[in-house]
């Protein structure tokens, strides 16, 4: 016979008595061979359909005198939310880690861990992996009562509680006797069991106050308990570094935990952009595999003996693999981060945010201040002087407001604009000039959530990508001159540009490049660009990109009103949908094909074809393109 049991907050119950009428209403339920191991049962569950409230138990044996009971839920005990600060001095003032040296971190965490557990009693919830393919873990009651080191030694607590009721126990128990009832700590979660039932009427006063008091410490007790395990979980999961084992140095392990829980935080803040951190995601992937196969490896080869010279020389290959991923992601922990991951020219600076007292700071940037310079200020208003823009833009926090006065100066500084602040020239624009350094990746770089750079000119000399780069947030860029000397602007995935009354010159490929799903409003503005290749050929014709160019795969959003666009060799607009793409033209009503990908428009000032507005996101008024033959 099986016994039924109700699924109660999901996590649940084995152990049920039946009397004779639930025996014999027991009995359509279908007999089935139990499963042998933890895997098999929680497959059997996922094809066994059928209601929740309704859940075979699997208990080999139930007698028919035997009385009904009820087992209290257990609840996870629920630790609250740190701060980065409030982790990083518990690490130094409880576990004591941010003074040891990288290699001694793991026996110190140890250490904290059998200091505060060892001999302890407490209930905890199993969520182990069983290495099968569901995701999802059965999640299982146990008793620990010793921890050493990071594994902790439990026993199934009586009745069973699982959150998968057909599981039998003797299954369960040849699990963990496969494991030797030892677990890892970073499986276990605390609960505590919540008595729902009353206190009897002859229960005294002074047996009711000794209860309250005792449930109470019990409390207290797997409180702590859950802040300690909840602190060990952390660390593993988020701070420790397989590498930080072989690091023999002699410096203290605080610059790498400052750097972790900096790097933890910035991601869940979202102030790291969501392609580094699935690139980050991915690498870290990657070097846990590689690792495992260069372990796996070594431990084979040395099962067999002497290894081979072949067999060493493969070795020593995955060895120096697994010390690339790692040294690639000890990059990425830096503050200095690449937005597209190492080795490609993305800087990240974390953003500082307001000042702690809400004020907000004018930084005046010149040679000399005169009193000329500060006659239209408000008599209240915090001002700085600077010498140059780079520290100014050290200096600056969110709402801040740096004036440019005319001058020639260094565009040191500029590729990682991360506040939110507004860069204003004051005077004539072509009189304010930021040069950029030359052949660095990178000359502006914004990615915050709103940057205004207004009436300055930007000289671009020799940058691999481009004069502006929007990598996210929100760029407004009014009156500003780009004298460029490669690539143009470029807008990346959900960044936006609003762009008015401003010039780009002698753009080498696309003068304004959009990635797929950004936005773009460009207004009144000058677009002047040189095509960046041009081939052709009886069968197909290459064009390349135009004064604005749209990846129309997840199309961008582009609003243009009152442009001029002049294309030397080349085309106004152009739009693709692969990153080597072949583009064709539009003549007014004349369209051409080739190779499937998305065509080109050649004057926004025509009506666009039928064929293309599935493709495109665009509205365009009272532009003027100009195409020059090369």
């Given at each position: ?230 602190n060990a979980r952390f660390f593993f999961e988020h701070i420790r570094r397989d590498w930080d084992d072989e690091d023999d140095g002699d410096h203290a392990f605080d610059a790498y935990l400052r750097a972790r829980l900096r790097l933890y935080y910035d991601v869940i803040s979202g102030l790291v952009p969501a392609p580094l951190v699935a690139r980050y995601n991915r690498t870290m992937a990657k070097y846990f595999v590689r690792r495992k196969e260069l372990l796996d490896y070594q431990s084979r080869i040395q099962s067999e003996g002497e290894p081979t010279n072949t ?224 081939e052709h050929s009886e069968a197909t014709e290459l064009v390349g990109k135009g004064g604005v160019h749209m990846h129309v795969v997840d199309p961008p959003k582009l609003h243009l009103s009152g442009n001029f666009i002049r294309s030397e060799g080349g085309f106004g607009i152009t739009v693709g949908r692969k990153k080597t793409s072949r583009f064709t033209a539009i003549d007014g009503s004349d369209m051409k094909s080739d190779g499937g990908d998305a065509p080109t428009m050649r004057s926004l000032n025509e009506k666009v074809d039928e064929s293309l507005k599935g ?16």
């Amino acid at each position: 016979m099986k016994a039924r049991v109700k699924l109660r907050h999901g996590c649940f119950i084995i152990s049920k008595k039946m009397s004779d009428q639930d025996m014999a209403s027991s009995e359509s339920v279908p007999e089935v061979d139990p499963p042998q191991s933890l895997e098999d049962g929680v497959k059997a569950i996922r094809i066994t359909e059928g209601p929740l409230d309704e859940i075979p138990c699997t208990s080999e044996k139930i007698t028919q005198n035997s009385s009904y009971h009820v087992i209290p839920t257990p609840n996870l005990v629920r630790v609250p939310k740190l701060s980065c600060q409030e982790r990083y001095d518990i690490y130094c003032k409880e576990l004591k880690i941010a003074e040891c040296r990288p290699a001694q971190v793991l026996s110190q965490v140890h250490c904290y861990l059998e200091e505060n557990l060892m001999n302890k009693k407490w209930l905890a919830l199993w969520k182990g992996p069983y290495n099968g393919h569901f995701r999802t873990t059965v999640d299982i009651l146990v008793e620990v009562d010793d921890v050493c080191a990071d594994q902790a030694h439990v026993s199934l607590f009586e009745p069973l509680v699982c959150s998968e009721p057909s599981l039998p126990k003797n299954v369960i128990e040849a699990q963990l006797d496969e494991l030797d009832f030892t677990l890892d700590i970073v499986e276990l979660y605390p609960v505590t069991v919540i008595d729902d039932s009353d206190s009897s009427d002859d229960d005294d006063d002074d047996d009711g106050v000794s209860k309250l008091e005792n449930k109470i410490q019990e409390e207290v007790h797997q409180r702590f308990i859950a802040q300690v395990v909840d602190n060990a979980r952390f660390f593993f999961e988020h701070i420790r570094r397989d590498w930080d084992d072989e690091d023999d140095g002699d410096h203290a392990f605080d610059a790498y935990l400052r750097a972790r829980l900096r790097l933890y935080y910035d991601v869940i803040s979202g102030l790291v952009p969501a392609p580094l951190v699935a690139r980050y995601n991915r690498t870290m992937a990657k070097y846990f595999v590689r690792r495992k196969e260069l372990l796996d490896y070594q431990s084979r080869i040395q099962s067999e003996g002497e290894p081979t010279n072949t067999e060493a020389v493969e070795c020593w290959r995955k060895y120096y693999e697994v010390l690339m991923l790692s040294g690639l992601l000890q990059i990425w922990e830096t503050l200095q981060l690449r937005a597209d991951g190492p080795c490609f020219p993305r800087v990240l600076r974390r953003t500082k945010g307001p000042r702690e007292d809400q004020t907000t700071v004018t930084h005046i940037v010149a040679e000399k201040l005169t009193p000329s310079m500060l006659k239209d200020f408000p008599d209240d208003a915090v001002m700085q002087q600077h010498h140059s823009p780079h520290t100014a833009l050290r200096q600056c926090c969110e709402g801040d407001l740096i004036i440019i006065y005319p001058g020639l100066y260094s565009g040191e500084g500029f590729h990682e604009l991360t506040e939110t602040v507004t860069i204003r020239g004051e005077g004539d624009r072509d009189e304010i000039i930021i040069e950029a350094i030359p052949y660095d990746d990178l000359f502006v770089n914004i990615a915050s959530a709103d940057v205004t750079l207004q009436n300055i000119t930007f000289v671009q000399a020799d940058n691999t990508e481009g004069i502006l780069r929007v990598e996210s947030g929100h760029a407004n860029v009014i009156n500003c001159s780009f004298k460029c000397d490669g690539n143009g602007i470029s807008v990346c995935e959900g960044a936006t540009l609003v762009m008015t009354d401003s010039t780009i010159a002698n753009a080498k490929g696309a003068g304004v490049e959009l990635m797929p799903g950004c936005v773009a409003d460009l207004k009144n503005n000058s677009i002047y660009n040189i095509s960046d290749e041009i081939e052709h050929s009886e069968a197909t014709e290459l064009v390349g990109k135009g004064g604005v160019h749209m990846h129309v795969v997840d199309p961008p959003k582009l609003h243009l009103s009152g442009n001029f666009i002049r294309s030397e060799g080349g085309f106004g607009i152009t739009v693709g949908r692969k990153k080597t793409s072949r583009f064709t033209a539009i003549d007014g009503s004349d369209m051409k094909s080739d190779g499937g990908d998305a065509p080109t428009m050649r004057s926004l000032n025509e009506k666009v074809d039928e064929s293309l507005k599935g493709l495109l996101n665009v509205e365009i008024e009272n532009n003027t393109i100009e195409e020059v033959n090369a």
